[in-house]
Antibody, heavy 123, light 106 residues
Framework: EVQLVESGGGLVQPGRSLRLSCAAS????????MHWVRQAPGKGLEWVSG????????GYADSVKGRFTISRDNAKNSLYLQMNSLRAEDTALYYC????????????????WGQGTMVTVSS | DIQMTQSPSTLSASVGDRVTITCRAS??????LAWYQQKPGKAPKLLIY???SLESGVPSRFSGSGSGTEFTLTISSLQPDDFATYYC????????FGQGTKVEIK
């Protein structure tokens, strides 16, 4: 079964850090680009970051650039999001999503999504 | 950045109705558009990609059309399982989602 399982969310104070993980199974992980997408409570979807199959190309939304770092470990079939200098507006459910294609240089749709991990930034 | 605007924001319909949702892009995105369905407490599900290509396993009552800046998602005969929120997403340049259209029971 094709599956993405996120972990690492929680309650964190403003200015602190958190690292999210996404474990992939059921498909050849290193054949695809991967992304993080977030959804604030009661709001819509916002693309956060994406990474190509070999980590050769990486992109970030302006709202997180310089604070968040995406990475992947193809040997462990895992995707990560290191989130630093967290703000209240980063509070959201963070989804890991599989790209239809191999590189973010040719953008594509997302065909597999995890169930998300909740990040709450509050003092 | 490319902005995506969906209309309506909320749509009230009955089972069996034909439903159309519109998505407009702030600049041409060719056919690089996807549609997703999201139910409460669940992850989004890909329905349509490249404006009109049906994702595997998605019922044929869903269809997409359009190119350039104007796109539509049509549900030919609304079923009970279709009450959900629908999002368009452009992927011509980076990725941007519309604000969503909630399809509710009339």
């Amino acid at each position: 079964e094709v599956q993405l399982v996120e972990s690492g969310g929680g309650l964190v104070q403003p200015g602190r850090s958190l690292r999210l993980s996404c474990a992939a199974s059921g498909f050849t992980f290193d054949d695809y680009a991967m992304h993080w997408v977030r959804q604030a409570p009661g709001k819509g979807l916002e693309w956060v970051s994406g990474i190509s199959w070999n980590s050769g190309s990486i992109g970030y939304a302006d709202s997180v650039k310089g604070r968040f770092t995406i990475s992947r470990d193809n040997a462990k079939n895992s995707l990560y999001l290191q989130m630093n200098s967290l703000r209240a507006e980063d509070t959201a459910l963070y989804y890991c999503a599989k790209d239809i294609g191999i590189t973010i240089l040719k953008p594509n749709a997302f065909d597999i999504w995890g169930q998300g991990t909740m990040v709450t930034v509050s003092s | 950045d490319i902005q995506m605007t969906q209309s309506p924001s909320t749509l009230s319909a009955s089972v069996g109705d034909r439903v159309t949702i519109t998505c407009r892009a702030s600049q041409s995105i060719s056919s690089w558009l996807a549609w997703y369905q999201q139910k409460p407490g669940k992850a989004p599900k890909l329905l349509i990609y490249k404006a009109s290509s049906l994702e595997s396993g998605v019922p044929s009552r869903f269809s997409g059309s359009g190119s350039g800046t104007e796109f539509t998602l049509t549900i030919s005969s609304l079923q009970p399982d279709d009450f959900a929120t629908y999002y368009c997403q452009q992927y011509n340049s980076s990725w941007t989602f519309g604000q969503g259209t909630k399809v509710e029971i009339k």
